[in-house]
């Protein structure tokens, strides 16, 4: 149980198009979902936290009208970069939590993440 | 606010070798704290996670961790490394509101045949 999955897995992009992400809870599910971007070597920064039916929270520093967070279900979970550019490139990741299995223990389930190329 | 250290970047132990990777936290209250492993070009796979009870947690593929509250760490072992352990490893503290979960900067292991 508890299966996150994104959709593409990877993606190559011209600079200034707009690419979608999609993170699905495959078997539960998820009330909230966040996601983190991780560069080249290094650790993941959480970008937002993203609850389903409202607004996502953007952490600092992070342009909400750069990166579009959508969770119109509880199943799913879009990030659009829009207008995207070569030091958009990364690896971003999601994860959800499921409020039956985790419980107290404030675990996320994570997705195999989606490798974003700008040319 | 939260934030993890793990301390050391890079680690080689050659493979049967007995592992320990570092993570300190800093946390105001009772921290949520998990370990996770990543393998090149793939997500987060859960390795076993702490937020109250025994302070030594065993977790999947012989790894276990120890929270020391004193020092403010949580430590992870192994007694006898496998060459797939080689990996990204990340240590992680989160908040009781399910929200905020910190990451460290992660260790990457390599393992010697």
């Known amino acids: 149980g508890a299966v996150v999955s994104q959709h593409p897995s990877w993606v190559i992009c011209k600079s200034g198009t707009s690419v979608k992400i999609e993170c699905r809870s495959l078997d539960f599910q998820a009330t909230t979902m966040f996601w983190y971007r991780q560069f080249p070597k290094q650790s993941l920064m959480l970008m937002a936290t993203?609850?389903?039916?409202?607004?996502?929270?953007?952490e600092q520093g992070v342009e909400k009208d750069k990166f579009l967070i959508n969770h119109a279900s509880l199943t799913l979970s879009t990030l659009t970069v829009t207008s995207a550019h070569p030091e958009d490139s990364s690896f971003y990741i999601c994860?959800?939590?499921?409020?039956?299995?985790?419980?107290?223990?404030?675990?996320?389930?994570f997705g195999p993440g989606t490798r974003l190329t700008v040319l | 606010a939260q934030s993890v250290t793990q301390p050391d970047i890079h680690i080689t132990v050659s493979e049967g070798a007995s592992l320990e990777l570092r993570c300190n936290y800093s946390y105001g209250a009772t921290p949520y704290l998990f370990w996770y492993v990543q393998s090149p070009g793939q997500g987060l796979q859960l390795l076993l996670k702490y937020f109250s009870g025994d302070t030594l947690v065993q977790g999947i593929k012989g790894f276990e961790a120890e929270f020391k509250r004193s020092q403010s760490s949580f430590n992870l072992r192994k007694p006898s490394v496998h060459w797939s352990d080689a990996a990204e490893y990340f240590c992680a503290v989160g908040n009781n509101a399910g929200n905020m979960l910190t990451f460290g900067g992660g260790t990457r292991l390599m393992v010697k045949p």
């Open positions: 993203s609850n389903e039916g409202s607004k996502a929270t953007y």
């Open positions: 994860s959800a939590r499921d409020p039956l299995s985790s419980g107290s223990s404030n675990e996320q389930f």
